[in-house]
């Protein structure tokens, strides 16, 4: 079942050009419906999938949608639970996001894309890559982390999964502020990401938070390899302020130097792609055509 869908990309015209136009389409699960949004700009062009963070949703790439759409073939969701991919029972795993990405894109027809994951969206897509080693053509981080167990202490684990009470006893106008200006330093990002947040009720908003974190720890705990299996780039904002991204992210490229390409944003929060779009851009489009080149 699709639809068109006027995808408005934030901070841009409000024009009618062309750029600001994907076709809306629904995936039924289970538990509810996933919304997410294509554009095709042909067959022989890669496919750059777009997967936003924890409680963001489809509009945190608007930037890099308008930069990419019409040169290569692009899919951006709404995770389940999130923007328009509401109601949905929180009765997920991490293995089932990657099984609903899987089957999306049996549906498209689409083959050995390029997964683009920011935070949450970056561990879905590590979820995926061990369920589907071959099925990927390369990885792009945005202030995301390893899935590695080793990264990570019993106490933050347990941690990550009692979240809800703190969130809750926090009031909703803080919560507004530390969710805008711990995850971006630029006025638009501030802006996208309280729209984005806005749309929640607090109490939705706590639930989503507490599950998204639950969910990534019991991921972690798994124990897999999480191995990148296919070239991978990751971009982290070097004011990224979220939990211990920055120190995640020194101890991976560390870890991995030589094997995965590491990119310190300068003056970008933990939402690198909205605070420098045009740095994240211009790493991807370089990436990607390295990719291409073989």
Request: charged share 25%; aromatic share 12%; proline share 4%.
């Amino acid at each position: 079942m699709s639809t068109t869908h006027h995808l408005k990309v934030m901070g841009g015209a409000c024009s009618k050009r062309k750029d600001l136009f994907m076709k809306r389409k629904e995936y039924q699960t289970l538990y509810g419906k996933i919304v997410y949004w294509i554009s095709r700009a042909g067959e022989d062009r890669p496919w750059l999938v777009f997967l936003p963070g924890l409680t963001a949703d489809h509009r945190l790439f608007g930037r890099q949608i308008a930069a990419f759409r019409e040169r290569y073939n692009c899919l951006v969701w709404d995770a389940p639970a999130h923007g328009q991919s509401r109601p949905f029972a929180l009765k997920f795993t991490m293995d089932d996001l990657a099984e609903y990405l899987h089957g999306i894109f049996r549906e498209e027809k689409i083959r050995k894309p390029v997964l683009t994951g920011q935070s949450l969206g970056g561990y879905i897509a590590q979820v995926y890559m061990e369920l589907y080693p071959d099925d990927v053509s390369a990885f792009i981080s945005i202030d995301s982390c390893p899935l590695h167990r080793s990264y990570y202490t019993k106490a933050e684990l347990f941690l990550l999964k009692h979240t809800k009470g703190m969130y809750l006893a926090i009031p909703w106008k803080w919560l507004l502020c530390w969710g805008t200006a711990g995850t971006a330093r630029t006025e638009y990002g501030r802006r996208l990401m309280r729209r984005m947040m806005m749309d929640y009720e607090k109490e939705a908003y706590c639930t989503l938070a507490d599950y998204g974190y639950r969910i990534f720890a019991e991921a972690v705990e798994t124990g897999r390899s999480y191995q990148i299996p296919c070239p991978a780039l990751v971009l982290c904002g070097q004011k990224d302020r979220a939990g211990s991204a920055r120190r995640y992210n020194a101890r991976w490229e560390k870890r991995e130097r030589g094997k995965i390409t590491f990119c310190w944003v300068a003056d970008a929060g933990h939402n690198a792609n909205t605070d420098r779009p045009d740095t994240v851009n211009g790493e991807i489009e370089k990436f990607v055509r390295r990719i291409q080149n073989g």
